[in-house]
Structure formats: C-alpha cells, structure tokens
Nanobody, 118 residues
Framework: QVQLVESGGGLVQPGGSLRLSCAAS????????MAWYRQAPGKQRELVAR???????NYVDSVKGRFTISRDNAKNTVYLQMNSLKPEDTAFYYC????????????WGQGTEVTVSS
C-alpha cells in the first residue's frame, strides 16, 4: 500500500509564493519520476512540472521561470516552489509518482487547493 500526501496549499495574493510538498509512504522499493499536475474549475488536468529520478526537470510553458520542482529522495518527497503567483494558477494541485513496490504503479495524491486572489 502506497500513499501520497500533499500539503502547503492555501490562499495567496497575486505575486506571492507557496511551497507544496508531497510525501510518499508505504512499501516503497524505489521511486522513478515524480510530478505535479493541476486542475482548474471547468478545465482538464494538466501537467505542471515533472522531475526524473536523476533530477532532470521539465515544466509547462506557463510556469517556466516561476515554479521550481525538486525532490528529496531520502524522504520520498517532491516539492513545488511557486513564486510570482497569478490568478490563473488557481487550481487543485495533485502530485503523482511512479513507484516500485511489488510492481511498478502510478500513484496520485488527494490534491491540495491553491487560490490566488486579492
């Protein structure tokens, strides 16, 4: 059994910052790629940022230069540092990880809400 638990969401003013965390726990052998997705009301879920097991990263164009994804392999945790937040960043943010237990599976967290508003 694997769980991903996100934290760090909330209400922030435009231009502000938030740091999201997502910790994986359970019978984990190893974790490959980890990622953050988001889903705004009435929109499809989109990939925001992804980090490989080796630390390579990629981002959706709309967050490049503002968001940074990182991971702490010792803690099985992925982070998303979000700076210069805009109202259009408002969404539920979900973490996602490819985790090897007895088999390789893709797991999702429950989501954390980010609201950017004055």
């Amino acid at each position: 059994q694997v769980q991903l638990v996100e934290s760090g969401g909330g209400l922030v003013q435009p231009g502000g910052s938030l740091r999201l965390s997502c910790a994986a726990s359970g019978s984990i052998v190893s974790i490959n790629a980890m990622a953050w997705y988001r889903q705004a009301p009435g929109k499809q879920r989109e990939l925001v940022a992804r980090i490989s097991s080796g630390g390579s990263t990629n981002y959706v164009d709309s967050v490049k230069g503002r968001f940074t994804i990182s991971r702490d392999n010792a803690k099985n945790t992925v982070y998303l540092q979000m700076n210069s937040l805009k109202p259009e960043d408002t969404a539920f943010y979900y973490c996602n990880a490819d985790i090897l237990t007895y088999y390789m599976g893709r797991y999702w967290g429950q989501g954390t809400e980010v609201t950017v508003s004055s």
